[in-house]
């Protein structure tokens, strides 16, 4: 089957949150597949693999999404694209989580609330502290939902969150940005 978009995901847990978000950004005419790997190593030698195996469809779009975790933001998106181009495809969309997937959750306290089926208000009364406006700046947003939420477990979890995520009201600059490069690439691929 050939596909519009093909998502190229640094692990897992990204394509469980994907699969929830993506399909409020785009309309069913347009075709795609999430594809998750088992970390940044295997995510990076796949890219020329899945971009060749998928090059007999020319407009195609590709998506990279990846942790930033510890890396330089800019240096880290520079080498995915470096790849890309070394393997054929330069108009591929690169979107780096910062730092990590929670802090996709940390930006909407409320739907961490709705996950966990937690008193309204109990988190996301929070959601304008400093470190909860700005998540994508904590380096640990991990150990910050598990200070919040106890039980939580990021592989397993992330799909409890994942249906809650406010697409309009996240404070996450990175998830704000990956949105609007969706939309925007859903946009460009309609009117062409």
């Known amino acids: 089957m050939s596909y519009d978009l093909i998502f190229l995901l640094e692990e897992y847990s990204i394509k469980i949150v994907l699969e929830e978000i993506l399909p409020q950004l785009i309309p069913t005419e347009v075709s795609y597949i999430c594809i998750a790997h088992e970390g940044k190593q295997d995510l990076a030698k796949s890219i020329p693999t899945k971009i060749k195996a998928f090059q007999f469809k020319p407009d195609t779009k590709f998506v990279i999404v990846h942790d930033q975790d510890s890396h330089d933001c800019e240096t880290l998106k520079a080498e995915l694209l470096e790849i890309c181009q070394k393997a054929g495809k ?103």
């Open 90 to 192: 330069s108009d591929v969309l690169v979107r780096i989580i910062c730092h990590e997937l929670e802090s996709w959750f940390l930006g909407d306290l409320a739907a961490v609330e709705q996950a966990y089926a937690l008193k309204p208000q109990s988190l996301s009364k929070n959601q304008d502290q400093r470190k909860f406006r700005d998540p994508d700046r904590l380096n640990s947003a991990k150990q910050e939902l598990k200070k919040l939420v106890s039980e939580y477990y990021g592989g397993t979890h992330s799909k409890a969150i994942a249906p809650y995520l406010s697409l309009a009201d996240n404070k996450s600059h990175s998830f704000q940005v990956f949105v609007k490069g969706i939309r925007t690439l859903i946009h460009n691929h309609l009117d062409s």
